[in-house]
């Protein structure tokens, strides 16, 4: 059973560029005060077209063709309006910076903007939603706890999955009530008997949805109270892809140098910023947990008093420094981890390194977190575009619990694309300063 659908992405990409295209034919309608002929919208159709691509990708890293929850609905005004805004920017610069079209629309190009605007919150705000891409069903929650809750209160709160829950009494007579799915939860050793009642409802047409499943399918994470052994043999490996490893050492080697060079203008100021405050070392060195639960050290500008501090928060001797605020808050005290990835301890995606001390409480505190070790660490990775609000100092283990759904999730999923996706949206991320 598939409740989201590639559909619903090629639905709002279509009528994105419609009201894009839209916007323009009624910003003529509106400055000529007359109906534009085809020869006039066409001229101008062009320069926009590459305008509209740029506004596409825009649309894509803030994620607005991903999967449209019940809490990405409560934002979703928020994010078109920070979408639009840098889509603004984006024109402005093409029209009067790059001046290949010998065009620069100055009263149309804002006109445009602003009835884009509006037609865009009404598309997405108020026509998408109402748009029912699957067929009406109604399922059975053969299963209980946390997870399961979750993905009942998703599907009650979210009208766009047009998905009834069948109540209790309603599996009693099937034909009767109309269900058409049932949702069972494999690796719950309490499941053997019913699984024998549920083998003579095939017959009947019913469908059997495996929990960890649909909860993927939700959330784009795994259900890690849920899941046993029998989850990771079948879904996790460490074989060796020879296509997308190749692929992606090519990708991290490339973009890294490039970005490692790039990074060295910075360099000189932040030395004179570090000396002035303290006169102090530079360079931290920070002892990370990486591939194989190898303690591995990472590069990175000081920014606390104490330059290897190791996860050691809070302590009255060790703060952040001014310099180090600034550093933090706009992410230069990350660049010399591209080194990092030149020299192969991490990548530029995976799951986020964590420090000895925390792994070491986290893996008796949550169960199967050491097969994140699995991997390569990376620089940003799957939890980091996903998680609201993820744990960074400090422990926190139900905060590291949901970043580990995150993570298992990439370690079952990657792939060339989806390090590609992450490596988009992360930019982002960078702009709004968040997963700090």
Excluded at 112 to 118: A, E, Q
Excluded at 212 to 222: G, I, N, S, V
Excluded at 349 to 369: K, N, T
Aim: hydrophobic share 45%; glycine share 6%.
């Amino acid at each position: 059973m598939k409740i989201t659908s590639k559909k619903e992405t090629w639905v709002l990409l279509v009528g994105d560029i419609i009201v894009f295209c839209v916007s323009l034919w009624l910003t003529l309608f509106i400055r000529n005060a007359e109906y534009p002929s085809g020869e006039v919208f066409s001229s101008l159709l062009e320069p926009f077209s590459f305008i509209f691509i740029l506004w596409v990708l825009v649309f894509y890293i803030a994620d607005l063709y991903g999967k449209h929850t019940s809490i990405f609905r409560r934002k979703l005004p928020r994010v078109i309006f920070n979408a639009q805004l840098v889509n603004s920017t984006i024109a402005i610069i093409f029209f009067y910076f790059v001046p290949y079209f010998g065009v620069t629309p100055k009263t149309l190009l804002f006109v445009d903007l602003f009835i884009s605007f509006f037609l865009l919150f009404g598309w997405r705000g108020w026509l998408a939603p109402n748009i029912h891409l699957n067929l009406p069903e109604k399922i059975y929650f053969a299963c209980r706890g946390q997870e399961a809750n979750e993905v009942m209160a998703e599907i009650k709160n979210n009208p766009g999955y047009n998905i009834t829950i069948a109540r209790e009494t309603e599996i009693k007579d099937i034909k009767k009530t109309g269900i058409t799915a049932i949702v069972v939860d494999l690796y719950d050793e309490a499941i053997a008997e019913a699984l024998k009642n549920f083998y003579g409802m095939i017959f009947s047409g019913i469908r059997f949805i495996p929990l960890h499943t649909l909860y993927e399918e939700l959330f784009d994470r795994e259900p890690v109270l849920s899941i046993k052994e029998q989850w990771f043999l079948e879904n996790i490996s460490n074989r060796p892809k020879p296509v997308y490893d190749g692929l992606k050492r090519l990708m991290d080697t490339v973009v890294a140098g490039l970005l490692g060079l790039l990074s060295l203008v910075f360099y000189p100021f932040v030395y004179l910023a570090i000396k002035t405050e303290d006169n102090g070392v530079i360079f931290s060195e920070q002892e990370r947990v990486g591939k194989d639960n190898q303690v591995i050290k990472l590069l990175k500008f000081r920014t606390m008093t104490n330059p290897n501090e190791n996860g050691e928060w809070g302590k009255e001797e060790n703060k952040v420094t001014k310099v180090g605020h600034f550093l933090r808050k706009t992410r230069i005290d990350e660049l010399p981890q591209l080194w990092n990835i030149l020299r192969g301890d991490i990548s530029l995606i995976g799951p986020r390194p964590e420090f000895p001390d925390p792994v070491a409480l986290y893996s008796q505190d949550i169960q199967y977190y050491n097969i994140r070790h699995i991997i390569k660490p990376g620089l940003s990775g799957w939890a980091q575009i996903k998680q609201e609000y993820e744990p960074h100092h400090g422990v926190d283990i139900d905060g590291t619990r949901m970043k580990f759904s995150y993570d298992l999730y990439y370690i079952k999923n990657r792939s060339f694309w989806l390090d590609l996706s992450i490596s988009l949206k992360t930019i982002k991320i960078l702009l709004m300063r968040k997963g700090r």
